[in-house]
Every structure is written in structure tokens, then in C-alpha cells.
């Protein structure tokens, strides 16, 4: 681990540059660096940690985790020393300031700690999922710890009490259910509880399909398309991706496993089995599409043995495979670029861009089948939920409303 100062910074700034991050922000980020130094020359300080990170945020910010009332300046001082601390720790940016630190202790700690690893390493989930694991667990070991509730102690009413006392939206409601019922029959699993206490954690009737789903134009998907400057190694490797999300429909899983091996040039067809159903999948190789592939491989693709096409352009994982978190990045970059109204307030991801490509395609009358088979659903069920999206259908849905005969109206007027 680096812990020279100057070097740290240097190998950040050069980091930095790789990711072509704009002149502005740059220079932002490179300002809070120079504070940070100024403050460890004034303490003697010639290495850095993650202490001495925190220490500077605590006593010059009131903290190191963002806050709501904080100024933007603020928090892009506090990102810039987190970005020291998580390369320093892990060779790569934090993708996100957290905003509450996740701290388990003591026996009921140690037990959502042993869960935790359970499910990194057996269960290999994503850090992301686990992500929403501690946040939820976080909130209902704080619930028990400050009640003296041993886990042994839970029965539906108190667990139903702290959903009350949470106040959850129906879908925070169900996920964090979801979270706390795993838990605790893991706890039961393990044989860590005597009992399975799982069971008192009632079912949430929150549908998720009854939500109407994000969506942009076609006008709009070209001109984000559009925005792409591929002159450069990155902006070839973004133009790739945007083309594989908004023409084929395909998940952030499916486009950082994407290999040359499933690629067959000589009949002009992309097979796989997708990483979320195994369903196989069978798609036409686009001209726009190959030509991006072939143009990213010779002239923007790091050297690298990893079999995914599309890699790391970042110089601590240059050549690796490209996580889900870094698609969500691109696709936000260029929505901000190509202007797109209100992208803030909405989904922006590869998610968004597929239900899109539905939409659309639903909007040309093009047949429910076949729009299954291009998002590789195995029937039209899984499909029904972009119906929901498509107004202008649904407006030639409308029934004629019947005539109301009844003494309380008349003419359209109530008496």
C-alpha cells in the first residue's frame, strides 16, 4: 500500500487524466488535494492513511461522509480525500461518496458480519446487493440494539413494529423485508438460532410491475448515441456500449460478459446464454455494431488476455473486465452531454435504455414475440410489463363511458 503522500498523489493525478475527467472537475478535485496537503504540512504529516484522511475531513468539514446540507463545494472536498483513501486501499476510485458508515459490533454485529461473508463467498453476490444488505440489516440491528432485543427475543410484533417506526415506501418495504427474512433463516441455517424466526417477517404485497418504467425517445437515444466523441480509446470503448444497450436491449451483465467467443463473424450472429436467466440468445452482429466492436479491438482496447471484449481503460485495472457500476457512469455521462430533459430525475441506466428500445418498437407495432425474442424473454408474460408504458396504446384502450341514468344528475350537472 502507498502511504508517501506526494507519490499518492501523483499516481491520482495521473488517474485522473486517464479517466478524462473534465478540465473543470479536475481542477476541483485537484484543489481539495492541495488544501489536504497544506493541512498535513502544518500537522508534519509526510504519509497518508485512512485516519489521517478522516482526521482532516472531521476537523475541517465536521465529518468525512456526505451530507444533505452541505454545500456542493464541501462535498467534492470531502470526495476528493475518499478518492485517495479507496485508491490507496484498492488501486481504484470509490464509485460513490457513502453517506452513513455501516458499523456492526458486538454479538449481533458479528453474526450480520458472518452473514455478510456468506453472501460474498458462497453466495457470490454482487457488492452492490450486499450493499443494500448492510443498509437494511444496518437499520434493524440499530432497531433491536436500542430496545436490549436479542434476535432471540423477536416474535411478528416486534418486527412489524419496526417497519412501522421506519416508515418505509411499499418498495423499500419489500426489499428490506426481503434482507431481514434471508438474515434471519441464514441464522436458523447455520444453526446460530435455536428457532426460524423468518417466518415473522409477513410478505409485502408492493408489486414492482405495477411502476411505469423510464423511458427515452428514439430521438433521444440517437442523440445521446450522438454525443460520443470516438476519437479517443474511451470514447470508442462508450460508443461499444451504448450501442449494445440501446440496439440490442442488452443488461449491464450481459455487456461486461460479452466475449469474442460469442461472436460468429462468418454468419453474422452474437450467441450466449444470458447471465440473469441462462436462457440462450441468439442475435444478428449489426453492422454498426460490428464495425464499433472491430474499430474498439484495434485501436482502443487495452492489450489484455481477459476474454471480455470490452476492459478497463483505468491504469489500476487496465484490461479487466468493466463492472455494472462503471455502465451506469458512461450512460449518465453522455445523457448530461447530449442534454437530454429532465435525465436527472429519471432512470439512467442500461436498464432504461432497454426498456426503451421496447417501447419503441411497441410504438412501430412491431409484435409482442418478437420483442420478446430481441430481450431474450422465453415468453410474452415478461414482456407484458412494457404494455404499461406505451400511453398512446393504451388511449385506444378507452371505453366510451355509457349514459348515466339517476336522479342525482342531469345534463352533465349534479343536483
Not at 504529516?45 to 472531521?58: H, L, S, V
Not at 475541517?60 to 456526505?66: A, E, K, M, Q, Y
Not at 457470490?124 to 436500542?146: A, G
Not at 432497454?354 to 424473454?377: F, W
Request: aromatic share 12%.
Amino acid at each position: 500500500m502507498i502511504t508517501d503522500f506526494e507519490t499518492l498523489i501523483k499516481l491520482c493525478d495521473e488517474e485522473l487524466r486517464q479517466r478524462e475527467y473534465t478540465e473543470k472537475h479536475y481542477r476541483e478535485l485537484k484543489s481539495g488535494w492541495i488544501e489536504l496537503s497544506e493541512w498535513m504540512n502544518t500537522h508534519k504529516y509526510t504519509e497518508f492513511n485512512q485516519e489521517i484522511g478522516y482526521a482532516y475531513c472531521d476537523e475541517t468539514f465536521g465529518g468525512h461522509l456526505v451530507q444533505k446540507d452541505m454545500s456542493k463545494k464541501i462535498k467534492l472536498k470531502i470526495r476528493s480525500v475518499r478518492m485517495l483513501i479507496s485508491y490507496q486501499k484498492d488501486g481504484s476510485f470509490e464509485f460513490r461518496t457513502p453517506k452513513v458508515e455501516y458499523i456492526f459490533s458486538g454479538a449481533l454485529g458479528e453474526m450480520v458480519l458472518n452473514y455478510f461473508e456468506y453472501c460474498e463467498q458462497e453466495l457470490q453476490l454482487l457488492p452492490k446487493t450486499i450493499n443494500i444488505k448492510k443498509l437494511h440489516l444496518h437499520e434493524f440491528i440499530t432497531y433491536l440494539e436500542s430496545r436490549k432485543y436479542s434476535i432471540n427475543d423477536l416474535n411478528m410484533q416486534k418486527i412489524e413494529n419496526f417497519f412501522k417506526l421506519k416508515k418505509y415506501l411499499p418498495s423499500v418495504r419489500c426489499s428490506a423485508g426481503r434482507n431481514i427474512k434471508n438474515f434471519l433463516r441464514y441464522l436458523f441455517d447455520v444453526g446460530t438460532t435455536p428457532s426460524d424466526y423468518s417466518i415473522y417477517v409477513l410478505k409485502s404485497n408492493y408489486d414492482k410491475k405495477i411502476k411505469l418504467q423510464t423511458t427515452y425517445t428514439e430521438s433521444e437515444v440517437k442523440a445521446i448515441i450522438e454525443s460520443v466523441e470516438r476519437s479517443s480509446a474511451i470514447g470508442k470503448r462508450d460508443y461499444l456500449i451504448l450501442l449494445l444497450s440501446a440496439q440490442y436491449g442488452w443488461r449491464s451483465s450481459e455487456i461486461t460478459h460479452f466475449r469474442f467467443e460469442h461472436i460468429d463473424w462468418d454468419k453474422n450472429i452474437i450467441r450466449f446464454n444470458q447471465i440473469k436467466t441462462g436462457n440462450a440468445v441468439e442475435y444478428p452482429l449489426l453492422a454498426s455494431v460490428g464495425n464499433a466492436i472491430i474499430d474498439y479491438a484495434k485501436n482502443g482496447r487495452p492489450l489484455t488476455n481477459t476474454p471480455e471484449i470490452i476492459v478497463s481503460a483505468e491504469k489500476s485495472r487496465k484490461g479487466l473486465p468493466l463492472s455494472s457500476g462503471t455502465l451506469h457512469s458512461v450512460i449518465t455521462k453522455y445523457m448530461r452531454k447530449a442534454s437530454i430533459q429532465n435525465w436527472q430525475n429519471k432512470k439512467h441506466g442500461t436498464h432504461a435504455l432497454r426498456y426503451s428500445l421496447a417501447t419503441n418498437m411497441l410504438r412501430k407495432n412491431i409484435s409482442m414475440p418478437i420483442i420478446s425474442t430481441v430481450l431474450g424473454h422465453q415468453s410474452t408474460e415478461s414482456t407484458k410489463t412494457y404494455l404499461r408504458i406505451d400511453i398512446t396504446k393504451l388511449r385506444q384502450c378507452v371505453l366510451p363511458m355509457p349514459p348515466v341514468y339517476s336522479k342525482h344528475y342531469r345534463s352533465g350537472v349534479k343536483l
